[in-house]
């Protein structure tokens, strides 16, 4: 019996021997013949004519990747369901794209990122066209069509109608997730999504009207130089500031185009360019950007000087943080406070580009909306 198994073990071991060889014998047979497929190196070959891998660093530092402000709520573990996956996760995307909608009642089980594939079908199309670049119907009611940037505004628009949101409401039932949902960009680039008022008209900057790819054409422009840029700037990352050298940089590449001679302020936060107007009535004309500052601090700031911190059963308290539901269910806020409350959430919490993507719609907006809440605010410098 012991000798039958000796036996058995000696010829397996040779067995063994003779497949490893065959197997590296035919290893080396294939590798002598093996032939990069042409459609492939294109991307994947020494020289490609795409450039993934400096583009995947800049994904890298995106808020695709991280969770935009690395808020756990923007991951697609976390926002895998209840029609969230639509925008927060890759498979998600891809099943609105299909077919025009997602099931809310299903959560993804394996959730991802949206990354490269979510954007581009190279595999299906052989290069790196946009999956989905028709125009985009935001809840408003009105259309975004605005070139490559119609892809973006599938996600970052605010998902809200004001129009019916803003009414006179018991002041328990507007709750800590009331105003535009987070990203409304493509609301407010378009010209629209802001609490409108009765007998004021409304237009938008040049940005809107010159830019032939919207989102794409600036989120994506690429600094020059070995100094200037970091891959949390431009291309795929998308972002406009970012850290270089110790000091923080905004993408000027982004402006350059149409202003040749744009930098960025001292401060490095901020455009270099004026405003036409005191728009905030402070008493100095300052950098465009630091106007709309000023119209959101009226409405609310870090001294509790604002107007949504004075009024009567304030929405935000007097260091600036808001006040999700009052109590009594005796009061009632006015369409006029309901209005100021979604506009401030709109350009001050969720838009976050200080009017850069529609100036003259920010401003008209907030300057409308401080009047409305303060009669003596002279609002005689709004842009028409």
């Known amino acids: 019996m012991k000798a039958s198994k000796k036996i058995i073990g000696i010829a397996s071991l040779l067995f063994s021997a003779f497949l490893l060889t065959a197997c590296q014998s035919e290893t080396k047979t294939e590798t002598a013949g093996f032939s990069f497929p042409e459609e492939c190196a294109t991307c994947h070959g020494d020289d490609p004519e795409y450039q993934l891998k400096g583009a995947r660093m800049g994904y890298d530092n995106s808020g695709h990747a991280l969770g935009f402000e690395r808020h756990e709520e923007t991951h697609a573990y976390y926002s895998n369901g209840g029609g969230c996956q639509k925008c ?111 007998g004021k008209s409304y237009s938008s900057s040049a940005h809107k009207l010159e830019i032939e790819d919207s989102c794409v054409s600036c989120h994506m422009a690429l600094p020059e130089g070995r100094y200037s840029a970091s891959a949390q700037i431009g291309g795929h990352s998308f972002g406009m500031e970012g850290e270089v050298h110790g000091a923080e940089k905004i993408n000027v590449a982004s402006c350059a185009g149409c202003h040749e001679d744009i930098k960025q302020d001292k401060s490095g936060a901020y455009y270099d360019y004026m405003a036409g107007a005191d728009y905030d009535q402070d008493g100095t004309v300052e950098i465009a950007q630091m106007e709309v500052l000023g119209l959101l601090e009226l409405l609310s700031n870090d001294k509790g000087t604002g107007l949504l911190q004075t009024m009567d059963n304030p929405y935000y308290k007097a260091d600036g943080s808001y006040i999700s539901m009052a109590k009594d269910s005796g009061v009632t806020r006015t369409k006029n406070e309901v209005a100021a409350l979604y506009n401030y959430k709109l350009f001050g919490e969720e838009d976050r580009s200080k009017g850069m993507h529609n100036y003259t719609y920010t401003v008209q907006v907030l300057t409308d909306t401080v009047a409305s809440m303060d009669a003596s605010f002279d609002a005689s410098n709004r842009p028409e």
């Open 88 to 198: 927060h996760t890759h498979e998600g995307f891809l099943e609105y794209v299909k077919t025009g909608t997602v099931d809310k009642d299903a959560y993804i089980e394996w959730p991802s990122q949206p990354g490269c594939f979510t954007c581009h079908k190279p595999h299906d199309t052989g290069d790196f066209e946009l999956r989905k670049t028709d125009p985009v119907k935001l809840a408003t009611g009105d259309t975004f069509d605005y070139g490559k940037g119609n892809l973006c505004a599938n996600c970052h628009q605010s998902r809200q109608d004001p129009g019916k949101l803003v009414v006179d409401t018991p002041a328990n039932k507007v709750s800590g997730h009331f105003g535009p949902h987070h990203g409304p960009q493509g609301d407010i680039f378009n010209g629209t999504g802001g609490a409108e008022y009765d």
